[in-house]
């Protein structure tokens, strides 16, 4: 359901010449994340908390067109936590037929109610799915040490940095139909591995939050780094972990 906002003020929650606006920068991220070849195909996406609105790219839209009235708007504050197949409360409902919510919306509530991070970024990275490919499909987590590129990257995704010397393990879950019926799987890996920055989701993609949208791309690009690195250490027959 959508609240009693004019329709002024529905758009005033978009319309911003601040760059820095939500409705801005998921426009230009999600461009951006076109040409690294993580959102093809429409799918993907990010979520940015800022106060107590969540901003919302829309589904099924060609992420390098997304424009800041595409924008979904949500109180942070829902009747009840969106899980899949609920109803949702709305602040802003884009104008422009053809537009939905994300179907990410429940997962990046995980993220925001689970970790309190102020921003979640999906990806379909190819580096993230092939890495889940060469793991055994019994394989429940990802770990990798004596990288540099781990220093950029966060305990919980939102406490401080890892160091070179640590082992970054990161959960990895089965797939679904649907990707809302993900939900529970992702909560209940974030509750078995709390200091997970990320989950990674077997022939999918991976799911990468922080404190900030900031802090959410900074570890995107550095665990996509990590997951490259990653698949060509493993069909090398280098161990991941340890410094031999």
Not at 50 to 77: M, T
Not at 114 to 143: N, W, Y
Not at 187 to 212: F, Q, S
């Amino acid at each position: 359901m959508s609240n009693k906002l004019t329709h002024e003020e529905q758009e005033a929650l978009v319309i911003s010449d601040d760059p820095e606006h939500p409705a801005n920068l998921i426009s230009e991220l999600c461009r951006e994340f076109y040409k690294l070849g993580w959102v093809t195909g429409t799918g993907g996406g990010i979520s940015i908390r800022q106060g107590e609105n969540v901003y919302l790219a829309p589904s099924g839209v060609q992420k390098e067109r997304i424009k800041p009235e595409h924008i979904f708007v949500l109180p942070f504050a829902q009747s009840s936590v969106p899980k899949p197949g609920s109803k949702r409360d709305f602040l802003r409902i884009p104008s422009k037929k053809g537009l939905s919510e994300s179907q990410c919306t429940p997962l990046f509530w995980n993220a925001f109610t689970m970790r309190e991070a102020g921003a979640c970024i999906h990806t379909h990275s190819q580096h993230a799915v092939m890495l889940t490919l060469l793991h055994p499909r019994d394989a429940q987590s990802f770990k990798i040490s004596h990288q540099e590129m781990i220093k950029g990257v966060r305990i919980g995704g939102v406490g401080k940095t890892l160091s070179f010397f640590n082992t970054l393990e990161i959960p990895i879950i089965d797939n679904t139909a649907v990707e809302e019926d993900l939900t529970e799987s992702m909560a209940a890996a974030m509750e078995k591995y709390p200091d997970a920055p990320a989950i990674l989701v077997r022939r999918h993609g991976v799911y990468v939050w922080g404190n900030t949208w900031e802090q959410a791309k900074t570890q995107s690009e550095c665990l996509d780094y990590l997951f490259e690195i990653a698949v060509k250490m493993l069909l090398a027959k280098l161990p991941l972990v340890g410094d031999n």
